[in-house]
């Protein structure tokens, strides 16, 4: 084979082609194939279903042209004979005189090929030709998925056929739909009418943060008949990917419960919900009227759908009403389970049993389905981080990855304050192109378990199919080229500059890819010298030109050197920092992206005495909350709540903080934020104690302050009085052990700090 190539192709270059996801091997010469002629398909032993996609994306791509040729331009598919030593899903694609050829021993691995074909045609076409060249490619993991909630808001059925369309487009082969929650059921069930009649239909939705618990009261619901879904699954189908529907137990079972009260621990009456979280009312595990409810959903979801898996949800399911059931008591002793946990899983077990041996299926639940045992076939989806599915992998059971660190598309992708309201979290482009889907930690033989990964869109926060959109795109092309390129062909830098060639490309298929890549960061470090802050910028692509504002004013009568001028310096900035001693306002954007200029991002620094100060820290923040480290404290930049995983320091424990403010000076006013954010388990602190001291060694009391009433967002722990002093402590305890009546009670309370204050 080498030597054919060589023969084919005297001077062949290596090279990507712009594909996404990049290919296993592309070999291109030198001579080119011309796209003006007419083109005649041929399509041996290929599938109706992509011949028929394909005749349809050629004619748009290569418009029968009017050009004289002696030969026709001869587009191949072909199906060759099985082989099962090449990979699963693999196929070859040529291009030589008058003649492209995609070739697989799979019809996937054909559909997959035609897929490259279509990216090569976009980008080729419009020149002419193509380049001679050779392509080998085949997937790095089975399971490529992208998961899409229906729930919290409903998308019609062209708009799932469109996400479809991305993942076919990104050689993507499992959609998983989140099809029941609290706040709908979204899936018609000829046995249960109710679901749909009752369960489908909420009174109205929570509208902005969580925090405000504001809820509209505009009606709002929807679902898909029968007939809908297999006509999304025929779709998805014709595309060689596979459904995994949902079917949410015992959890998350409000839409359920209101259809039919019966199904619930206490009877009810039950509403379908319109705010977003964890309810206490699941499905009764003591209950065998549930037990029959679930298998005669199950029976008519398992017709609908006729893919490997059935996911059986198993997440975030609260023990409370279980805990007080008389038949959820009863059915642990007739059972002889020890806990509430035994109990969810003996309940998870039962409708194992239903879907393997009924059926001929496998479940796959959230990593939650391990806690009191897992079911013995069953497949985990971990995504409370990696844990679940190291724990999985090790007992010889099948996980997809899905951490929330690099898998939750509903997370920000850029800066809270340019984006649209999202869940939370910080989970940019990169992030998630940086992602290993096998743990680092896992034994080598235990790597075939780790199927392969998944990017999950949940819609609270998503109000549109634009928005959608937005978060899904271009995240799901990097996690899409994590999966099927080697490894060790991965490239930040080259996968940048092929997205920007497919920015155009998605703007022709009328995809709202979201830009944030190219937005600013605007990121201050520790200075050379104490009191001094170098601001660092940087955007998505290497090279790109960035420009800045700065801007110094009044902003505050205390800053250390105001000022009675405004003045305002523009800079460009590739490299390097701009160094900063006083308050100011810097505002710096990216030009020459593939659409111009880019929003821009603004950054207030307001200085005091502990800017930029020497600072030390009794205990290092916990990793998930620690971006910037310990200087975060005294960075200039106060701390926005929307900013939780980029400005704020978060620890399990209490903390001392030192800070040395380089001489001897007056001080009136010492000061800490806090922040209180209960439903994501941030406690403020119970007390902070201030402390002042002339050499760092002997320290007087300056103030103690306690816990405000009703603290609610950023609260300031600080105090009024004077001194004179060279160094500052204070000692924050955290509220310790979250209390009964706030989500997450008996864990520990997080402490988030932001931006020590000193005048
Ligand atoms: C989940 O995000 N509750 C699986
Ligand atoms: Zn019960």
Known sequence: MRHLIALLFPLALHAQHGLVPAPVEAVTGTDRCSLHCPWVLDAPGADTATVRIVEQELRTLLPRGGMACLLPLRITLERTSPDTLLPAEWYGLTVGANHIRVHAPTDAGLFRGTRTLVQLLEQHAPTGSIPFMRITDHPRFPWRGMHLDVVRHFWPVDFVKKYIDLLARYKMNSFHWHLTDDQGWRIEIKARPKLTEVGAWRKGSQVGPYSRLEYDSIPYGGFYTQDEIREVVAYAKARHINVVPEIEMPGHAMAALASYPHLGCTGGPYEVQRGWGVFDDVFCAGNDSVVQFLADVIAEVVELFPGPYIHIGGDECPKERWKTCAKCQQRMQDEGLSDEHELQSWLIQHIEKIIVLGYGRQIIGWDEIMEGGLAPTAAVMSWRGTEGGIAAARSGHDAVMSPGSHCYFDHYQGDPAQEPLAFGGHTPLQKVYAYEPIPAELE???????????????????????????????????????????????????????????????????????????????????GDVPGRIDVHFRTGRTGMPMRYDHITEVLYPDAPDPRNDLEVRHGDVVDGALAIDRSCRIEAWAEGGPDGPMSRSRQAFRFNKATARPITLSVQPNERYNAGGAFTLVDGITAQVRRVNTEWLGWKE????????????????????????????????EHVTIMHSLDGANFLPFAAIERPKNAKGRTSYAGDRRVTARYVRLKVKGAGTIPEGFPGAGNPAWLFLDEVEVR
């Open 444 to 526: 080598p033989d235990r790597h075939h378990h780790i199927l392969g990964a998944q990017g999950n869109v949940w819609t609270e926060y998503i109000l549109t199919t634009d928005h959608v959109e937005y978060m899904a795109v271009p995240r799901m092309l990097a996690l899409a080229e994590v999966l099927w390129t080697p490894k060790e062909k991965r490239d930040e830098a080259d996968f940048i500059r092929r997205l920007e060639d497919e920015f155009a490309q998605l703007d022709r298929l009328e995809v709202n890819a979201s830009r944030s890549l190219y937005q600013v960061s605007v990121t201050p470090q520790q």
């Open 654 to 685: 209490d903390v001392a903080i030192t800070i040395d403010l380089g001489r001897v000076q007056d001080i009136a006013h010492i000061g800490i934020g806090a922040l209180s954010e209960p439903h994501a388990w941030i406690h403020p602190p």
